[in-house]
């Protein structure tokens, strides 16, 4: 991709506050993600990872902020639009895989295309090769492992090439090869696809194959590096 398009903004997020009740979870959390850009989160558990990647889909409410996802104010939106825009322009890799039961595995990668009303069987198989699940997809979700169910969630979330990627722990279920194949696969979905990616994760080696590395805590998101050897 060129450089004006690698420049171009996907996510704005500023002054991002969230609470439980009298629970502070995050404040002042302020971010931006560029097209073609892989950046990593680390953090402590608890320190609301998780619940700010919730935050940034507009699957959960802040008190606090503003998100802009391709420039249009995600939660200022009715919740049809919201819908629209979560369906074409995000993927989320959640850490919990949330694959459906009833479908097979196939079905389970392709359901973004189908909601947008562009079924692919090609881009399926494709997505399916290149997480290592390959012959897998009349399978049903239950005769596979937590790690191969990982690597579904994962085809799915980027099956539709969406504009921006939030990953929970992709790795976190996987075998060092396979996390190595995942992370190579994320890194090309923004090289070649001009998507942005924000990573979740508590492995550092994750975190130093990304353009940028973040680590959240009371102060908010701080620039990280890893500790020389």
């Known amino acids: 991709m060129s450089e004006a398009a690698r420049a171009q903004l996907v996510l704005q997020a500023r002054g991002l506050g969230k609470r439980y009740g009298e629970l502070p979870v995050f404040s002042g959390i302020s971010l931006d993600l560029r097209a073609g850009e892989l950046v990593a989160l680390l953090g402590e558990s608890g320190c609301g990872k998780s ?10 409410s802040v008190e606090a902020g503003e998100v802009r996802l391709l ?3 995600l939660s200022a939106l ?5 819908a629209a825009l979560r369906r074409r322009a995000l993927g989320f890799v959640f850490q ?7 479908l097979s595995v196939a079905d389970n990668v392709a359901l973004p295309l189908l909601l947008l009303g562009r079924p692919d069987a090609a881009r399926v198989q494709q997505l399916l090769e290149a997480v290592g699940l390959a012959g897998l997809g009349e399978r049903a979700p239950r005769q596979l492992s937590g790690g191969q169910l990982q690597r579904v969630a994962i085809a799915r979330a980027l099956v539709h090439r969406p504009a921006l990627v939030l990953a929970d722990e992709p790795t976190g279920n996987l075998d060092p090869r396979h996390a190595a194949q995942v992370l190579e696969l994320l890194r090309a979905q923004c090289r070649q696809e001009g998507a942005a990616c924000l990573l979740v994760t508590h492995s550092e080696r994750a975190a130093v194959s990304a353009d940028r ?4 805590d009371a102060e908010g998101l701080q620039p990280w590096s890893p500790s020389p050897h």
């Open 51 to 60: 619940t700010l990647l919730n935050c940034l889909a507009g699957l959960d």
């Open 71 to 73: 420039d249009q104010p």
């Open 78 to 82: 009715p919740e049809p639009a919201q």
């Open 96 to 102: 919990a895989f949330h694959v459906l039961p009833q």
């Open 213 to 216: 590395c973040l680590r959240m």
